[in-house]
């Protein structure tokens, strides 16, 4: 069991409080400005919504790396993760008490990759990867305004319906439609 986890628990039991361990998510990033904001957004139980932690899950990056400590309101899994410099985000799936790991080049989190043991990760990269191969550099070609951006969403969605047509739903993949 991780240090900072047999820690946590030890305190909770101690306090006879019913708690919810820590996650910890690590990255990092190349570039990207040192100085830049990375935060999370947890997500709300049974809603499609996401709900930020004043001053809690957040950091600075500080020679490509950050670092964040975060102990969960609720029993949820899934993260929204953002950078300040850009209007979009990624999705994270890191259960309480475990860790994930993050890399990635420029300040696009969806060109960023996370590492999880948790089910709904794998899930999500092994669709990343697919669109990855289908579609090479389309989270880049998605935020340019011209022909290759339209091209790239039509790609997008005859490629979602093929990766999807053998699969049983999952709330993963319901997040990209």
Known sequence: MPA????WAQESKASGEKTIAP???????ED???GTVISIAERKGGTNGYSRMDGEGIDTLRNGKFRIVYTPR???D???MTVEK???????YVSPGSKCTITGIGVHPANWYVKSDNPKQIEENEYR??????IPGYWDLKER???SSEEAESLYVEYMIEFMQNRKYSSVFANHI
């Open 86 to 92: 850009s209007p979009r985000y990624l999705h994270v």
């Open 23 to 29: 996650i910890i998510i690590e990255g990092t990033l």
């Open 74 to 76: 609720n029993q949820v």
């Open 78 to 80: 899934e993260y929204m």
């Open 32 to 34: 990207v400005p040192d």
């Open 129 to 134: 990867a697919y669109l990855d191969e289908k």
């Open 145 to 147: 305004k011209d022909k």
């Open 4 to 7: 900072f986890i047999e820690g």
